[in-house]
């Protein structure tokens, strides 16, 4: 009876070494198979992804040139393109009530389409300023931001303060955040070079501190005397012409010659559609919000500006 119970605690004590040791074999089985085929995945960006082979931004008069010898080009080239303000036509005297034409805004912008929804990501190839970079993250902020069109004016500050905008709105709002006031800039260079500024359409002599950057035309006007003006015309698969629209650009549309008063303004954004053309970050009066749009291609440019000047210092 004592030899049958030591052979059955043997033949148990026997098991329970194969077992650990069974265990043993597969655990190190297993660590070998994780330390040979594991591998941590890694993304890495090129270095090159933000970079771009020559000094931008090039103006437009290297279209007609090489690209080796748009490089050696930088003098600063301003629109001819006609435009006008954003507001409807109207004839004040001096001394007249200005709330009479801040009510002359004309609100029947034309309607945008909205952006394909597969479209690249990026605008390659170029490297941008840290004032572009400052303009496209405020203008991603705006398309978040719940602002609807409309047209309100701001006696005491200027700049809108609701959600309520018009187009020019977009672009004063964010260069003011990024540290250029043109509700100052603009009056104080109307005021230095009033005949720069067709001051007689609005029947006036005097530039009006709140109201006039926000008119299209004075607007675009002080751009052509102090941004960088670039080409109208973006060519699909023209690597000269590519170079010249950059995240952050100013552009205005032009949708009626016989009324342009119906004119808008915009940035390029950093992403573009499909075929590669920038879209634009606009409002207008029936897409409703601040919207990045697909529209560079379908609408008539009066204006490409890069501003402030990268070849000209902002006094």
Known sequence: MRDKTRRTQIRKSGTYKYVIFLVIIIAAAQFWLLKTYYKELEIKLPDDLSS????????????SV?????KLIATESVSDQNSSSEETNGTYGNGSDTSQEEDTIDQSETILDEPSENYSNSIEGMELSDIQKKIILRLMELIEEDI???????PETGYP?????????VISVVLRDCGYDLMDLIYNDMLEHKE???LDIKGRNEPLKHLDFRHVFFQEQFFKRHALGLDNEFIIDNEDNAVQWQPGDIIYFQFDPDDPYQDLGGFISSRSNDNGVPLVIMISKDFGKVSEVDVLSEYKVVGHYRYPNPYEEIE
């Open 66 to 70: 090489s690209y080796e010898e748009s």
């Open 161 to 169: 303060t609701n959600n309520i905008w018009i187009s020019t709105d």
């Open 52 to 63: 771009a082979p020559g000094e931008f931004p090039i103006i437009e008069s290297t279209i």
């Open 148 to 154: 609807e069109y409309g047209y309100e004016t701001f």
């Open 196 to 198: 720069d500024y067709p």
